[in-house]
């Protein structure tokens, strides 16, 4: 019977992985329906393509992706025409080629092939990158678990929005969470010159990897003389990144800074604590949460990677990456994984650290579940042929909530190993006073 059962426990987030994709392949088909209605004839539809096309001019051609040239192609190719700012119908997502010019390097190999094999190709890269991140940061969180449970940990995560939309539309923020979490299960290992590098090539996408960078670097200095190599070889891997990119193209660095208020402007950039606080609350919440992160990084600074300590201050600034990045995109949130996993392996310590932590971890839950249970009822409506595309937006609405409810669930763990710290401390120092 316990066989059976084992056997059993991928079986629902199986399905309900399908009911997901399936539930967004329809929301792509629904955009898609807009832009044709709104004049636009066949489309490139993936977050791939800008970068794609940028980098095969810049390599075959010489020319520059930043320029406006470029950008009018993308447009061409990923939307049908280039977008019409005097038409109200448009869309305002201008789809530059925003990311450091080093990204080329990524995609040299692809720009021979059409971009119909690219997308494929690269799917299928991100959706083995997206299963590797989970099991290695189960790894790295040392969750002890069986084969079926294991599996089922990596259906639900392909079943989140975040994992669904990001390996649809071939989002490089999903190959950003690979190479992260790859770099963390490299400490765990002390292969310290392959996490720096990792870490270098995760600057593809600065925004998702700063946060993580910036903590790992303080935690190789605490102990410079065994982990100076993290360093030594994250900056020299990225000064020959942006130097190699120099030379094919002079002054990129100006160009790309030069693109990001426009980037903000045309992305609409937010963060979900103004989003949900406003600008004053939002930013006093923000102050609360930098002190959080900073008084975790401190604590973790000198602790092993296999340390409690360790985990939760990785796994606290993940969360708060996803939750100062100014987009609300569900991609982003593909970061979330190690703090979700810390909540299913540390859940009975929650659980004793009273009503409060036990509804931060519930709400926590319920932010997730939302998605999950209306994504799939949609799914289920579109299969039976009574789809209403204005619900179709409903598995989004907690979308802001999920980050902040997760950090909330994971501030009980960071008091409860402060509480212990202190507590073996008093304890230590009385074993002292007893044997003077």
């Known amino acids: 019977m316990k066989t059976s059962t084992r056997y059993l426990v991928p079986v629902l987030p199986f399905i309900l992985t399908l009911l997901m994709w399936g539930y967004y392949a329809h929301s792509r088909q629904l955009m898609a329906q807009r832009l044709t209605a709104s004049g636009f004839p066949e489309r490139n539809f993936s977050d791939l393509f800008p970068r794609w096309l940028g980098t095969r001019e810049l390599l075959l051609n010489g020319r520059d992706p930043y320029s406006p040239e470029i950008t009018r192609e993308i447009q061409r190719g990923y939307y049908g025409r280039p977008i019409d700012g005097s038409r109200a119908t448009d869309p305002i997502d201008e789809q530059r080629f925003a990311y450091p010019l080093f990204v080329v390097f990524l995609l040299a190999g692809a720009i021979g092939l059409p971009f119909t094999v690219v997308q494929s190709l690269f799917t299928l890269i991100l959706f083995g990158s997206a299963v590797w991140t989970v099991f290695l940061w189960i790894q790295v969180l040392g969750f002890k678990a069986v084969r079926s449970k294991i599996i089922a940990c990596i259906l639900f995560t392909l079943a989140t929005i975040p994992y669904v939309e990001g390996i649809q539309l071939q989002q490089l923020s999903v190959l950003v969470a690979f190479l992260m979490a790859a770099a963390v299960y490299a400490l765990t290992k002390e292969k310290y010159v392959l996490a720096g590098f990792l870490l270098a090539i995760a600057t593809i996408k600065p925004q998702l990897s700063i946060a993580l960078i910036g903590f790992v670097l303080l935690w190789s200095v605490s102990r410079w003389r065994f982990r100076k190599m993290v360093w030594i070889s994250f900056l020299t891997v990225l000064i020959l990144l942006i130097s190699a990119s120099e030379i094919l193209l002079p002054q990129w660095p100006l160009e790309f800074l030069g693109g990001i208020p426009p980037y903000l402007r045309y992305t609409q950039a937010t963060t979900s604590i103004r989003e949900l606080f406003g600008t004053v609350g939002g930013t006093i919440v923000l102050l609360f949460l930098v002190a959080i992160i900073v008084a975790a990084g401190w604590r973790a600074k ?124 008093t304890t230590r120092r009385q074993e002292t006073n007893r044997a003077q």
């Open 302 to 425: 000198s602790e092993p990677v296999d340390s409690d300590d360790f985990r939760l201050a990785i796994s606290l600034v993940l969360v708060f990456s996803c939750i100062v990045i100014p987009s609300l995109a569900p991609h982003n949130q593909v970061l979330l994984v190690p703090a979700f996993l810390l909540l299913v392996k540390d859940r009975r310590r929650i659980r004793g650290g009273g009503r409060i932590a036990r509804s931060f971890w519930s709400a926590a839950w319920l932010t997730l579940i939302w998605p999950w249970a209306t994504g799939a009822l949609l799914a289920i409506t579109l299969l039976l042929n009574r789809a209403n595309p204005r619900l179709w937006d409903a598995p989004l609405a907690t979308n802001p909530l999920i980050p902040i409810t997760l950090f909330a669930a994971l501030i009980p763990l960071l008091m409860g190993q402060a509480k212990y710290v202190q507590n073996d401390g």
